[in-house]
Structures are given as C-alpha cells and as structure tokens.
C-alpha cells in the first residue's frame, strides 16, 4: 500500500516562497502518475499540478503557470512543489495524490499541508 506523506508547509508572506516534498513508502513512486492538490476554506479541491511517470510531463492549473514548478527524485521516491511569487490567495492545505493510471482522481492521498499566505 503506498503512504504519502507531506512537508513543508507554513506561513509565508505574499511574494514569499516555499518548497512542498511528499515522501512516499510502501511504493516506487515512478510507476505512478502523480500530483499536487489543494483545498481552501469553503471551497473545492482543486488540481495545482501533475507530472507523468511515463515521459515526465507536466500539468499545471492556470491560476500556479508560471509561479509553481512540480518535479520528482525518483532515487529518494519524493515529489515535490516549489512555490514562488505566493499570494493570498494560494492559501490552502496541499495534498499530494498518486495514481497508476490518470492524475483526475487519485486513489492514493497524504493528509495534508497547511500553506498559508498573509502579511
């Protein structure tokens, strides 16, 4: 059973950065397709970004192009996602999901990261 866990997660100031890592175990996370999540208050989960295990491409929501970069260390079975330029409105807890077939709905989930961006 692959786990996921999440890291990396705080308070940071609008144009701040952070960087998000999931470790995974029970699994080699290069056989999935995998991504990163999140949901604020009130609202939807929504997809932030999702990288291939086949040919490493990736996937990246409007409203992060630009911002936010996804990669994978497959020797460390690691994602991650390096934030740039935050803004409030990236506030939000951050999950990491994977799956063997399709970034659209994982089965595989962490718990959680809270980011949250404010003066």
């Known amino acids: 059973q692959l786990q996921l866990v999440e890291s990396g997660g705080g308070l940071v100031r609008p144009g701040g950065s952070l960087r998000l890592s999931c470790a995974a175990s029970g699994g080699t996370l290069e056989y999935y397709v995998i991504g990163w999540f999140r949901q604020a208050p009130g609202k939807e989960r929504e997809g932030v970004s999702c990288?291939?295990?086949?040919?490493?491409?990736?996937t990246y929501a409007d409203s992060v192009k630009g911002r936010f970069t996804i990669s994978r260390d497959d020797a460390k079975n690691t994602l991650y996602l390096q934030m740039n330029s935050l803004k409030p409105e990236d506030t939000a807890v951050y999950y990491c999901?994977?799956?063997?077939?399709?970034?659209?709905?994982?089965?595989?989930w962490g718990q959680g990261t809270q980011v949250t961006v404010s003066s």
């Open positions: 999901a994977a799956d063997l077939l399709s970034c659209s709905n994982p089965y595989y």
């Open positions: 990288i291939s295990s086949i040919d490493g491409s990736t």
